[in-house]
């Protein structure tokens, strides 16, 4: 039995009236003390009748414990006969429980790609009622994620863990990121920070270490123990590193012993040495265009003077500062990626032995571009310098020629990479002067409309070259007959001199995106390719045939791979090999990093909660006792049992209410204290210590 209201009144109303008696009560106060307290015990049995007490009488049921059941089927579960014993070692839970009369409800969560416990409490607990909730099991091998997300639900009841399978019968081998790079500086080393484990306890693994699916290096290294390697970034472009260790029979996976990682390579600095020569229009666009890169750091000199010529200007006139050729060519040439040569003029400012500096430089890995006018074809122009001519892929062989032309892309320029995706070529506009030249080797990307060559590529050792037979692209940049596109042509044509991977004429490339689609890209400029090789995870190669989309790339697609690595190989029609690699970014890269069973990962919300872990090793294996536990006993497990807090859960059947006095009974009080106060307060009433209730005292005065 208890009391409860039921107000006749809103209760601002109540407290309102209750309010106003007992102020007049304070002000009658001094005057009519009694009257005052006979005001308040009537205002206060007002109060109490508005209020509505009622006794309540009700019938309750008591309702049974309840238990969770939370099945792990992520994808680590799948190993061994984890799944077998999971289901068989649940089934034999839910019996033991309703044998005890305990509901059971069972949830699931996780997936091929995650398997977090915190989702799989959400939705469980939607299913039971929390009020009868007494345990929570947890089935799974404790390679779980979200566990500390899970703690915040302050579960009143204990969550257990037990871990399915065999922890003394299963092997593993796993390698993890403990620092994985994600970018790095041309020049500068990446740092690959990783950590080796083995369930067998080897002392030392051998690990090989990939990049773009080529072999750089194989050693032996200590197991448990952080490893650093250091890779030089010796080239811009996206990098698809890898790590991998050897397996061992009967391992519960081979999944988690490879791990690989992008890292994008970039410059810190393009460094490009501009030298003008004869002034002309074209300048300027040269300037503004590399200017405006942001990853151009461009030095430009103008050379307006020749060596022999005398400074004759007076103290306070402007002159021309010395070129300084052999602190540029001899001291600093190598901090350079491009030198561009543009309508220079031999004037000897800068010498035979400086310009032979300029070739070694490519020879070593630099590149030269000779943006070139009609200075090319009278004495003095650049390819007459012995020391510097032998690595220019054209020589001029008459006067320029001064004729309007549009230029147009040979059958290798639609294929180059610098001019393949330039667009509008039917609206570019025409060019008045160029060129003649023998092409004596190398690529011609773009000629006139009469088959003469206005861009020449070669490469030069392990350098670049080019050769711009026209200094007329400025025409482009004022837009002189419709214009064109000058700034990305001259954009596209130095990073190619700058080796920028994704300019690469003869390339293969591949992603692997989250779907497991893999696409394989092979970049070149024949007219067909032969087939690239690719392996999945490790396993045995596969032929795979590319199709040609655009003009110089091939591509091919395979799709629902399971995959989290593809290598990849070709061979090119000059006998090279390009190798290409695509890691999968993806949730169950991380759900294989681990498989082995622990606790750690279950630890929090079961430490939380009071709750403990327990093993079955085999489908048959014994589960422990379940115990009934106080709610206000602390530990909710210990050897060999798991315990259920008894929730003491009720249910109401039927209830009965009546009013703690009858209303008759309440009003009768209320009007009779209410008299009372007039009485005393009229003084037909009188109360004194001496006399005592004194009526019709008054008329008798």
Request: glycine share 10%.
């Amino acid at each position: 039995m208890s009391v409860d209201f039921t107000p006749l009144l809103p209760l601002w109303a109540i407290v309102a009236l209750g309010a106003v008696i007992l102020l007049t009560a304070a002000l009658r106060l001094r005057a009519q003390p009694i009257g005052a307290l006979l005001r308040v015990l009537m205002g206060a049995a007002a109060v109490l009748f508005l209020l509505g007490p009622e006794h309540v009488r009700q019938t309750f049921d008591n309702l049974p414990n309840q238990a969770l059941i939370l099945l792990d089927q992520s994808a680590s579960m799948e190993l061994g006969q984890r799944a077998a014993i999971r289901d068989a070692s649940a089934e034999r839970l839910r019996e033991t429980l309703e044998a005890d009369g305990v509901e059971v409800a069972t949830a699931r969560f996780g997936d091929g790609q995650s398997s977090d416990v915190s989702e799989g409490l959400v939705d469980g607990l939607a299913s039971v009622n929390r009020d009868q909730l007494g345990a929570v099991f947890v089935l799974t091998d404790g390679q779980v994620a979200g566990a500390e997300g899970a703690t915040p639900l302050d579960l009143p009841v204990p969550v257990h863990g037990i871990l399915t399978g065999a922890q003394d019968q299963e092997q593993d081998r796993r390698i993890a990121w403990v620092q994985e790079p994600r970018f790095g500086l041309v020049g500068e080393e990446v740092s690959l920070q990783f950590r080796i484990e083995d369930s067998a306890g080897a002392p030392t693994i051998p690990v090989t270490l990939r990049v773009d699916g080529e072999t750089i290096l194989s050693r032996a290294v200590p197991v448990g123990e952080d490893v650093t390697i250091n890779l030089p970034a010796d080239r811009p472009g996206e990098r698809v590193i890898e790590l991998g260790i050897e397996t061992v029979p009967n391992e519960l996976t081979t999944r988690n012993n490879a791990i690989s990682t992008r890292v994008n390579v970039i410059r810190d600095r393009l460094r490009v040495l501009l030298i003008s020569g004869e002034p002309h229009a074209g300048e300027r666009v040269w300037r503004n265009v590399l200017k405006s890169d942001p990853a151009v750091d461009l030095v430009h000199f103008t050379i307006l003077k020749p060596a022999d010529k005398v400074a004759a200007a007076g103290p306070d006139d402007l002159n021309l500062i010395p070129f300084p050729s052999r602190e540029l060519f001899l001291d600093k040439l190598q901090e350079f990626n491009v030198v561009i040569f543009d309508r220079y003029t031999y004037r000897g400012v800068i010498s035979s032995f400086e310009l032979a500096e300029v070739a070694r430089f490519v020879d070593e890995g630099g590149a030269v571009l000779i943006a070139a006018g009609p200075e090319l074809t009278v004495g003095g122009g650049l390819t007459e310098q012995p020391a510097l001519s032998y690595i220019l892929p054209a020589l001029p062989n008459g006067e320029a020629i001064q004729e309007s032309f549009v230029p147009t892309l040979t059958d290798l320029g639609g294929r180059h990479p610098i001019t393949s995706s330039l667009t509008g070529r039917e609206d570019w506009g025409r060019w008045l002067r160029a060129i003649p030249s023998t092409v004596r080797r190398g690529n011609v990307l773009m000629e006139t409309e009469d088959g003469q060559p206005l861009l020449v590529t070669d490469r030069v050792g392990e350098g670049r070259v080019a050769m711009l037979l026209s200094d007329h692209l400025w025409l482009w940049a004022r837009g002189f007959d419709g214009g064109g596109p000058h700034r990305e042509f001259l954009r596209r044509l130095v990073h190619w001199l700058m080796a920028e991977p994704e300019l690469e004429e003869e390339a293969l490339t591949a992603n692997l995106d989250a779907e497991g689609n893999l696409t394989v890209t092979r970049r070149t400029l024949s007219d067909q390719v032969g087939d690239v090789m690719a392996s999945l995870d490790g396993a045995a190669p596969e032929a795979l045939t590319l199709e040609e989309r655009l003009p110089g790339q091939f591509s091919a697609t395979v799709g629902g791979t399971d995959a989290d690595r593809a290598t990849l190989e070709t061979a090119t029609s000059g006998g090279d090999v390009l190798t290409a690699a695509a890691v999968r970014e993806r949730g169950a890269s991380s759900e294989f990093s681990a498989v082995t069973l622990t606790r750690e990962a279950l630890a929090p919300i079961v430490s939380a909660t009071g709750g403990g872990f327990a093993a079955a090793e085999s489908s048959s294996a014994p589960l422990p006792r379940l115990r009934t536990v106080s709610p206000s006993r602390g530990e909710k497990s210990g050897r060999g049992w798991l315990g259920i807090t008894d929730r003491n859960a009720r249910a109401i059947l039927s209830e009965e209410r009546a009013p703690l006095l009858p209303r008759w009974a309440s009003l009768l009080i209320i009007a009779g204290l209410l008299l009372l106060a007039w009485l005393v307060e009229s003084g037909r009433l009188t109360i004194t210590r001496e006399q005592g209730v004194n009526l019709g005292a008054a008329q008798a005065a």
